[in-house]
């Protein structure tokens, strides 16, 4: 006997799987719903390269990640090769403070986890967000942590290691 769990909605990571499989989940699940057959097997999907996503939120992390909602008075996002961007967020608009903090997810793809993590941290040095508070100077410290590039974390890492500095 065994117990599965089915989670017939996309997780909010889907886009890594997409980055290191080279396949887009949104239109086979579009495809999927429609009765459609989808054009892949699970033999053809490859796992290559390594990807790495950050969530960009309105929040301060030096201060108990306290909300900051606000208005975005200017955005810069980075971009090139094996750099993705998923927001809906541009100069003007307004983060409410009563909904899910989340502004954007930033996400870069290389061949191996060095050349990723030095890709993101390129990445979220150019990424600019004015108006609010962002983690983006937690994902700078993470990316550049001597724990994190070991690959020596577990899920008290934040809270037990990096705000502890």
């Known amino acids: 006997f065994y117990f599965m769990e089915v989670n017939t909605r996309i997780q909010v990571e889907h886009p890594v799987s997409e980055l290191v499989t080279r396949t887009d989940l949104i239109r086979a699940q579009i495809m999927a719903a429609a009765g459609e057959k989808l054009p892949f097997t699970q033999e053809d999907v490859e796992v290559r390269g390594h990807a790495i996503e950050v969530r960009i939120n309105a929040e301060d992390a030096e201060n108990g990640f306290r909300p900051s909602p606000g208005k975005i008075t200017d955005l810069f996002v980075p971009g090139g090769p094996g750099v993705r961007w998923d927001s809906h967020i541009k ?49 700078q410290r993470i990316m550049n942590d001597a724990q994190f590039i070991k690959g020596d974390v577990d899920t008290g890492y934040i809270e037990n290691v990096l705000l502890a500095k």
Do not use: C, Q, W
Request: aromatic fraction near 6%; glycine fraction near 6%; charged fraction near 25%.
């Open 91 to 139: 100069p003007g608009y307004v983060v409410p403070p009563n909904y899910d903090s989340m502004v954007a997810k930033l996400l870069v793809f290389a061949d191996d986890r060095p050349k990723a993590i030095a890709r993101m941290r390129r990445a979220l040095g150019e990424l600019k967000i004015e108006g609010i508070k962002t983690t983006i100077p937690l994902h």
